[in-house]
């Protein structure tokens, strides 16, 4: 393990948890890459310095947000606590989206800069938000994108809200506009209610870095929101990429968060010189988070060792400048004809791929279920039981059973219950990709 420090920054740190031994023949290398941040503003309570964070709040405006009208009302008392808890200098601007975006506050295509008095604006201005319209989630991402571009601060981040489906615009415009937002901020996405689409607003986050719930009574909304906007005024550094060296001959399978969320970041790598690519990790403040890397190295014979592949985390330079190195680590490859040495698999990688196949499970479950196919539900959400049960992912095995009745959590013998509130099976797909930590020994 090696640090580098970066001044007034988080200290970053990288931990490689792998078996190095392979067969004679093996080829597949898997390790998780543990990345931690500590010292940040998160961690000292010292106030993130001005203008080093943009913060755009773009809440659904649509008429749908009427029925009831608890939702509007929850909107609005969500947008002021989450005004309330920026930090002074924080760049900030507040969106109303129907299937037009409107700027509420402060207007002219510009960002506030949050004190007393800007706060007290916006928040009277939100008196003025009413529902009317349809949804065009893309022409807010928009909005958003090109008041964020006017902003110098580092950190720059969306937090959208929305209670129903994307349905004044076609999918490949809001694909096209996320392809687009990619890389320049990130976004938490929200859906109140339970007449949203879960893949829509996860999707949203997942292309944006951001994260991804529901919040099905509007009372909890406030409560959610101010925790969204602590954490990202907890944020330090932005941009941080993982950037991933392979020797030649050597061919990378996936790069893959998978904790606190699985997220697949193989289709978002950059190149970053020669047999060198950088995945997307976004901003940072004082925080944990891990990735499976999966390589296939050449053929090898008992005896022999080489360097499979070189993590490090960095901070790209500008153009033409060299990227800041934070961190790094290392992923080894030693062929052996110890049966015993090559045949174990690692704790903390057995423990991930057991929450992919958890999530994956969850998310085939439920679509069997939504398809009538009884016998396909029954055995796929048994199977995300017993992974449950195994993994000791608590609040997974309780959302379960709030969708099917657990005769043996230990053998996955589950009954499909006859009838579940809509908010229970949204709130069990939305969290599937949630991970717990592996109980370190």
């Not at 996405?189 to 893949?199: E, L, Y």
């Not at 406030?222 to 906007?229: G, L, V």
């Not at 499979?308 to 190195?325: C, H, K, N, S, Y």
Request: a negative charge; aromatic letters at 4%.
């Amino acid at each position: 393990m090696a640090n580098f420090a970066k001044p007034s920054a988080p200290r970053f740190s990288v931990e490689v948890y792998q078996n190095e031994f392979l067969p004679e023949g093996g080829r597949d290398v898997h390790a998780i890459v543990t990345v931690t941040a500590t010292g940040g503003a998160s961690a000292t309570r010292t106030a993130v310095a001005d203008g080093t964070a943009a913060v755009v709040l773009m809440v659904d405006c649509s008429g749908s947000m009427e029925y009831p009208p608890e939702k509007m009302r929850g909107a609005r008392e969500a947008t002021a606590a989450a005004i309330d808890t920026l930090r002074d200098g924080t760049a900030f601007a507040v969106v109303a989206g129907t299937h037009v975006a409107k700027e509420v506050y402060p207007g002219q295509g510009r960002l506030a800069v949050a004190d007393a008095t800007t706060r007290n604006q916006a928040k009277e201005a939100l008196r003025g938000l009413s529902s009317g319209g349809g949804t065009a989630i893309g022409t807010w991402l928009r909005l958003a994108d090109g008041l964020l571009r006017g902003s110098t601060a580092a950190i720059r981040h969306g937090i959208l809200l929305t209670d129903g489906r994307n349905e004044h615009e076609e999918p490949a415009v809001l694909r096209a506009t996320l392809d687009a937002c990619a890389g320049r901020f990130t976004c938490d996405a929200r859906g109140v209610g339970t007449d949203w689409d879960v893949k829509e607003v996860t999707g949203i986050a997942h292309a944006l870095l951001g994260s991804a719930d529901i919040v099905a009574d509007p009372a909890h909304l406030a409560e959610d929101f101010t925790r969204m906007m602590e954490n990202v005024m907890g944020k330090e550094v932005a941009d941080v990429a993982l950037r991933l060296w392979t020797p030649v001959g050597v061919e990378i399978q996936y790069v893959k968060q998978v904790a606190p969320v699985l997220q697949d970041l193989s289709g978002r790598r950059t190149e970053a010189g020669p047999r060198a690519g950088d995945y997307p990790t976004g901003s940072w403040g004082d925080e944990s988070r891990e990735y499976h890397v999966c390589v296939r190295v050449p053929t090898a014979t008992v005896g022999q060792e080489m360097l499979a592949a070189r993590t490090t985390l960095v901070l790209p330079g500008a153009a033409g400048e060299p990227a800041t190195v934070l961190a790094q680590g290392l992923v080894r490859a030693v062929w052996t004809n110890d049966l015993a040495a090559s045949t174990a698999i690692n704790a903390q990688v057995a423990h991930y791929t057991g929450q992919a196949e958890l999530a994956e499970a969850i998310q085939q479950g439920l679509e069997a279920r939504k398809m009538g196919d009884v016998g396909g539900a029954t055995a796929k959400l048994g199977r995300a039981v017993q992974l449950a049960s195994s993994s000791g992912n608590a609040d997974t095995a309780r959302l379960l059973s709030k969708v099917v009745d657990v005769v043996d959590a230990v053998a996955g013998t589950v009954r499909l219950k006859a009838k579940v509130a809509d908010a229970d099976e949204m709130t069990l797909d939305t969290r599937s990709t949630q991970t717990v930590r592996v109980k370190k020994t």
